[in-house]
Nanobody
Framework: VQLVESGGGLVQAGGSLRLSCAAS????????MGWFRQAPGKEREFVAA????????FYEDSVKGRFTASRDNAKNTVYLQMNSLKPEDTAVYYC?????????????????WGQGTQVTVSS
């Protein structure tokens, strides 16, 4: 599956952005979809994941209550709504897809990655 992110940009602290990730192919519903981010000089870290049906989401603690992951299987697209953004949210954000039955918060579980989209939050 090929993944293409969009929606990144520059926003002031407290603002919002919505990232989108469009997937190619007819097997979108077989994948758990994840969002990860990587800030300069830091390791890539888990942000959120959404299960195949979209019924369940998982979040990294620092984004709980601020970010919402969702998917539209009819459009082969996964979203990350980011509210109350903070300067420490600045990073390149990646969407990823996995068929793994577990470990959805671990980057090594994901086989397919998008190219990333830059999110910059100014203070």
């Amino acid at each position: 599956v090929q993944l293409v992110e969009s929606g990144g940009g520059l926003v002031q602290a407290g603002g919002s952005l919505r990232l989108s990730c469009a997937a190619s192919g007819r097997t979108f519903t077989t994948y758990v979809m994840g969002w990860f981010r990587q800030a300069p000089g830091k390791e890539r870290e888990f942000v959120a994941a959404v299960t195949r049906s979209g019924a369940t989401q998982f979040y990294e603690d620092s984004v709980k209550g601020r970010f919402t992951a969702s998917r539209d299987n009819a459009k082969n697209t996964v979203y990350l709504q980011m509210n109350s953004l903070k300067p420490e949210d600045t990073a390149v954000y990646y969407c990823a897809a996995t068929n793994s039955p577990r470990a959805w918060t671990t980057s090594t579980s994901y086989d397919n990655w998008g190219q990333g989209t830059q999110v910059t939050v100014s203070s």
